[in-house]
């Protein structure tokens, strides 16, 4: 069974398009985030949720949106996608802010 | 503002031999927990370890063990008898203590990229 899940696992796409990522977790986890890796590998915190609630919001273009319809679910759209926004897109959900994140397998969004 | 940093890009070494990661953090909060993630070539992240700022035990599990002293700020990652299958990016990464709110971030360093040759 999957813990956390993530469509779709490739995305491409061409600049100025609008594209949403989603994520589920089975997990009864409270808490989901959406990291951000760049191609250099380091990775970065873009959004968390609680229970449905924004908690962090670091510094992102308001191109992206994240949307909570519940605590299970965690999607991210993204507007007028540029190239600099191609990376890997890993959502990820804990019990709590400090408890173990646990990750999905990550979507690798190119753009053209 | 907290900070994680793994001086070590990248480790080579050949199959059997033993290496440690190191990873050296920053933070005012006496409160926080310090985690490693494993990033195989296939691209998933997967937990290896979380330990908070109140337990300075070493840990070990199997080929793997952590060396965590909070005199010099670092939780170092060592494998023994490294295999093929331990080749991977390795990141060391840090959360502050709320259970809610911003500090439930996790903030990581670059990541060591890890070759064991056979």
């Known amino acids: 069974d999957t813990a956390v899940s993530q469509t779709p696992k490739y995305l491409v796409t061409q600049m100025g398009n609008d594209k949403s990522i989603k994520c589920e977790q089975n997990?009864?986890?409270?808490?989901m985030y959406w990291y951000k890796q760049d191609s250099k590998k380091f990775l970065k915190i873009m959004f968390s949720y609680n229970n449905k609630e924004l908690i962090i919001n670091e510094t992102v273009p308001n191109r992206f949106s994240p949307k909570s319809p519940d605590k299970a679910h965690l999607n991210l759209h993204i507007n007028s996608l540029e190239l600099g926004d191609s990376a890997v897109y890993f959502c990820a959900s804990s019990l709590a802010g400090a408890d173990t994140q646990y990750f999905g397998p990550g979507t690798r969004l190119t753009v053209l | 503002a907290q900070k994680v940093t793994q001086a070590q890009t990248e480790i080579s070494v050949v199959e059997k031999e033993d290496v440690t990661l190191d990873c050296v953090y920053e933070t005012r909060d006496t409160t926080y927990y310090l985690f490693w993630y494993k990033q195989p070539p296939s691209g998933e992240l997967v937990f290896l370890i979380r330990?908070?700022?109140?337990?300075?035990q070493n840990e070990i599990s199997g080929r793997y063990s952590w060396n965590f002293q909070k005199s010099t700020s670092s939780f170092n990652f060592t494998i023994t008898a490294s295999q093929v299958v331990d080749s991977a990016v390795y990141f060391c990464a840090l959360s502050e203590g709320a259970k809610t709110g911003a500090n439930s971030k996790l903030t990581f360093g670059k990541g060591i990229t890890l070759s064991v040759r056979p």
């Open positions: 997990l009864g986890h409270d808490t």
């Open positions: 330990r908070n700022s109140f337990d300075e």
